[in-house]
């Protein structure tokens, strides 16, 4: 467990410890801290002097039957996010003295909600903030939102005639759609389509870079890369446009490096060669004016600063300023008048404004008490109660008997071991191998006890800590609320978001609802590294224990899936108001178990009508009475009407 740095007595504690301890000093700051209660707080305007308390909020909002599992969305956080980007750039663009400007769109698949979208493009539209498609769903959603004549609206992914002849006449509509070629069929299509509706789109063109990116998504560059036009194809679309009398809409250059860039010198090689491909469009001919930088401004997620896959060893501003310098280093050596900059930033958008709350429900637990020695014990049990004795003998405090440990805990585990095979020969009964588990527990406790926490050990005495680890059950579903950290081992800050001024005694993991043994929660943030197990408080039964995973505004929602069934959480969109007050913007409920029954092609009706007939067969064989089977549909007509998750 990480230590506090304060020379206070070390048995006492305090939230600057649970601060440390959790990385909130690092990951958290501008929008989340603790308070003297011990409970998290949140700055959703990025200011310390505007606070919510996360407990007071969920008792309020519990009050308004929105029970856990519950997604907080805080509005005010999206827009102090817009407003930090543009912010960046404009430093940036002031600071190098750049002729241009920049202008984002958010990329709708980050967050499809509209509210969320709704929300970016209000908070945005002072300057121009426009939106990114990906899909014809997607263009669907972008042209009736965007009411902005100047707002851009970038039209990526796979295109079929239909979207291209739609983007063609949103632009006559007074839109500004850019049609992006990501597949060089797609030039003819666009020929095609100008054709036949006698007007053409704004043109882009991705282009397929050779410079490598990292992380988990190095794929997206590169010649092999899903999409993009390699340079010989961008060549053969330029000709193709020109013959065509269409080579003045092509106004745009887009790349993109992947989500999450993690490496901030993988930018700076990206945007060298992006900026000598655009200055090569311009000798062509195409009149250009748009660099799209693409996404992939990356969201440090354990607060360590490091190009490690959750963390990123660059700021925003380090963003911006390397966007803005290389382009105008590169048009400047050529005389080029520099382009509007257009970057597609949603996950360092999206991401901090959303906070899942989830209860816990349970835990495994061991008892800590020495079983009762019986009169003939089974030798690997007398054996265990030897280690376990040996092991309370250390003395503590002496490092130098840490070579004892090792061994008392390689004799527990093979005596542990020797109980296993007298169990499955038949030499002793279930009663004997349960006080070699719990033996083997306790000689791990006291062990845990002993060894000293600042000193390094061996990767077996790390074991300890495993074997006393607990299972805390969570009141949610992994692939419905956080996918992609069983999909892509995706890591987020998960933390208690009270009983901060307790120092936590417990280790564990989470378990979800489902019956999947990948519904887990196994790995937390480590500042840059990775950690299995996390620092928990002991659950009290009759006393709720709440868990808050942040920074998951992104892709989680629109990713997960109906495993088992268990739909949408409770959602609320909070504003804050004068005098660190709030107001819900926005309530969204929950996927009830008619909705997901329904999603699935069954028919809520038809179903309770089949379990009333059945009801009454079994009425009329004497199974079942009037009255139960009348309490069974009442509860069936219930659970039809609430949510998926557990409640009281």
């Known amino acids: ?11 006492e504690w305090t939230v600057e410890d649970s601060s440390i301890l959790y990385g909130l000093d690092r990951w958290g700051k501008d929008y989340f801290s603790i308070n003297s209660l011990g409970n998290i707080t949140v700055s959703p305007k990025g200011s310390p002097t505007e606070k919510l308390d996360l407990m007071v909020l969920l008792e309020e909002l519990n009050g308004r039957n929105l029970k856990a599992p519950l997604l907080l969305r805080f509005d005010d956080i999206l827009e102090d996010r817009i407003k930090k980007l543009r912010e960046a750039f404009t430093h940036s663009i002031s600071t190098y003295n750049y002729l241009g400007k920049y202008q984002g769109v958010f990329p709708i698949k980050c967050n499809h909600q509209h509210h969320v979208i709704d929300k970016i493009l209000r908070s945005g539209r002072q300057w121009n903030f426009g ?6 769903a997607e263009l669907l959603i972008a042209l009736s939102l965007i009411n902005d004549p100047e707002a851009l609206l970038i039209c990526n992914g796979y295109k079929d005639q239909r979207y291209i002849e739609t983007a063609i006449l949103a632009r006559q509509l007074g839109k500004n759609p850019i049609v992006v070629i990501e597949q060089f069929d797609e030039v003819e299509r666009i ?9 053409a789109p704004l043109i882009g063109i991705r282009a397929k870079l050779s410079s490598q990116s990292n992380g988990r998504w190095k794929n997206s560059v590169g010649e092999k890369s899903k999409f993009g036009l390699s340079i010989p194809e961008i060549i053969n679309g330029v000709k193709a446009l020109k013959s065509a009398n269409l080579l003045d809409e ?82 400047a050596a050529h005389n080029i008048k520099v382009p509007t900059l257009i970057s597609e930033s949603g996950r360092a958008i999206a991401s901090h404004f959303s906070i899942l709350i989830f209860n816990i ?11 009762k020695q019986e009169n003939q014990e089974s030798l690997a049990v007398e054996n265990l109660r030897k280690t376990l004795n040996t092991i309370i003998a250390i003395d503590k405090n ?42 083997t527990w306790l000689c791990a406790q006291e062990l845990a006890r002993r060894i000293p926490k600042d000193k390094l050990v061996t990767k077996e005495l790390e074991a300890v800590n495993r074997a006393l680890a607990e299972t805390y059950y969570a009141n949610l579903s992994i692939f419905r609320s956080a996918p992609d950290t069983w999909a892509i081992e995706q890591l987020f800050p998960i933390m208690p978001i009270h009983r901060l001024n307790e120092k936590p005694t417990k280790l564990g993991h989470f378990v979800d609802l489902t019956c999947d ?35 998951g505004g992104a892709y989680q929602e629109v990713m997960g899936n109906l495993h088992n069934l268990f739909g949408t959480t409770n959602a609320v969109h909070i504003r804050l108001t004068n005098n660190d007050e709030y107001k819900l913007d926005h309530v969204i409920r929950g996927n009830t178990k008619a909705d997901v029954l329904k999603l699935m092609e069954h028919n809520p009706e038809h179903l309770l009508e089949r379990l009333r007939m059945a009801s009454e067969l079994a009425i009329e064989s004497g199974k079942l009475k009037i009255n139960d089977a009348q309490r069974l549909l009442e509860h069936l007509e219930t659970s039809l009407r609430q949510i998926t998750y557990l409640h009281e």
């Open 250 to 331: 092509l106004t745009l250059l887009h790349f993109h490096l992947g989500s999450q860039i993690t490496d901030i010198a993988v930018l700076k090689d990206a945007l060298q060669e992006a900026g000598q491909i655009y200055i090569e469009l311009k000798h062509l001919g195409a009149p250009m004016g748009y660099l799209d930088v693409g996404g992939g401004l990356g969201v440090d997620y354990d607060g360590s600063q490091t190009a490690t896959p959750a963390s990123t060893n660059y700021s925003l501003q380090n963003y911006a300023n390397d966007v803005v310098a290389t382009i105008q280093e590169s048009c």
């Open 398 to 439: 002496k490092d130098s008997d840490i070579p004892k440990f090792q061994e008392a805990w390689n004799d527990a585990l093979k005596f542990k071991d020797d109980a296993l095979t007298a169990f499955r020969l038949g030499y002793i009964g279930l009663p004997e191998r349960a006080k070699a588990e719990q033996l």
């Open 191 to 199: 020929i095609s389509a100008s054709k036949k509706l006698g007007a």
């Open 1 to 11: 467990m990480t230590q506090s740095k304060s020379t206070k007595d070390p048995s």
């Open 517 to 551: 043994s990948d519904g887990k929660l196994e790995r937390f943030i480590n500042n840059g590294k990775v950690k299995s197990l996390l620092e928990l408080h002991d659950f009290k039964n009759g006393s709720p224990y709440w868990i808050g995973m942040f920074l």
């Open 131 to 136: 939106l990114e498609a990906g899909s014809k």
């Open 361 to 371: 429900l349970g835990t495994d637990s061991n008892c800590e008490e020495i079983p």
